[in-house]
């Protein structure tokens, strides 16, 4: 059974569902609202865009957004170079009264991979600006390194490029990097389509996981939010209760002792 | 007079116009610092942040360009 104390520590910050969602595509506010509710998530991720300050559509988004009553992790979404997520951070951050930015440099529009050169360069000047910087990033055991070397303490690595829901492309890096850094909190960012990816990942011993599209574009995405939230919950509680290890030849559950019709020759 | 853009869009104001004045005539007259907020905008100045205490104080020149944001639904 989960205890109160295994909570998700995100810098100071902690939440106790393992579940954090973004807050796009859906068909309707209403919809997210209920989506969000039924994921039991406490953090959202949203951002800015332009707008004409007459338009209200936008408006009404960031008034659902509020009414969800969720911590806010503001994106960096489109950047594509260190000095624009700075700058769009910097403006999160007194848009939202936050100083938690996903960070997010994309160097690659074909699959949307993150930049990584640019990426730790934000990451580097946003820890010294007193950001609290969750990078979005590549499943590369150097980057997550230097990315902790400048000061960050949660990392986000994909499972698949972003709306692909191609789960955990690569389980080996992912468990390398989930070993290398025992003690820091890990979250799988963009690609997971299904729950039963969500376990796996949760399975492997990863903090969180942080999804949007695969619950947005689902056909209900509010049962599609529950179904996340148990997978992730279910994922978890397996981690901590310890994996059997697994084996290459079969071996009985029953105990043999006493087998009947054991032919005696 | 000069021309600037805002997300794009070019706007003729006069000289020595402050970033202030021009949301003064986007939002509908003159805003406190608290009304800005709850209007939902902030703003970049070619490509760099101007916190909002700033905005009567920054003046605007030729061929600057005001990147004007909202919140927004993201992933």
Redesign the interface.
């Known amino acids: 059974m989960e205890t109160k104390q295994d909570l998700l520590k995100l810098y100071d910050c902690e939440l106790s569902s393992r579940l954090l969602v973004?807050?796009?595509?859906?068909p309707s506010p209403e919809i997210?609202n209920k989506a969000i509710s039924a994921s039991a998530s406490e953090m959202v991720?949203?951002?800015?865009?332009?707008?004409d300050?007459?338009n209200q559509q936008?408006?009404s988004?960031?008034q659902h957004?509020q009414q969800s009553n969720c911590a806010l992790l503001?994106?960096t979404?489109g950047c594509h170079s260190a000095?624009?997520a700075i700058?769009?951070a910097?403006?999160?951050r007194?848009?939202?009264n936050t100083d938690f930015i996903k960070l997010e440099v994309i160097g690659d529009d074909y699959n949307l991979q993150p930049d990584p050169f640019e990426t730790l360069k934000a990451a580097e000047i946003l820890i010294k600006m007193g950001f609290k910087v969750l990078p979005y990033c590549t499943d590369d055991l150097v980057l997550c390194q230097r990315l902790l070397e400048v000061g960050c303490e949660v990392l986000m690595p994909w499972g698949s490029p972003?709306g692909t829901g191609k789960g955990l492309m690569n389980p080996y890096n992912l468990q390398a990097i989930r070993t290398r850094f025992p003690s820091t909190s890990l979250i799988i960012d963009a690609g997971i389509g299904k729950p039963s990816q969500a376990m796996a990942a949760m399975e492997m011993g990863f903090d969180g996981i942080l999804l949007?599209?695969a619950i947005a574009k689902a056909h209900d995405p509010i049962i599609m939010a529950q179904a996340f939230s148990h997978a992730v919950q279910g994922g978890r509680q397996a981690y901590l209760a310890g994996l059997m290890e697994s084996r290459q030849t079969a071996s009985p559950s029953t105990p043999v002792l006493g087998t009947p019709f054991w032919q005696q020759i | 007079m000069i021309t600037i853009r805002i997300n794009d869009r070019p706007i003729n104001l006069t000289k020595n116009s402050t970033l202030s004045q021009v949301l003064e005539q986007l939002v509908n007259g003159p805003k406190t610092e608290p009304e800005l907020n709850q209007q939902g905008f902030v703003i970049a100045l070619n490509q760099n942040f101007v916190p909002r205490s700033q905005y009567p104080t920054t003046l605007l020149n030729d061929n600057d360009h005001i990147e004007l944001l909202s919140p927004m639904a993201g992933g």
């Not at chain 1, 973004?22 to 859906?26: D, F, Q």
């Open positions: 973004g807050t796009a595509l859906y997210m991720t949203l951002s800015l865009r332009r707008q300050p007459g936008g408006q988004i960031w957004i503001p994106n979404a000095q624009e700058t769009l910097q403006m999160s007194e848009m939202f972003i949007n599209t």
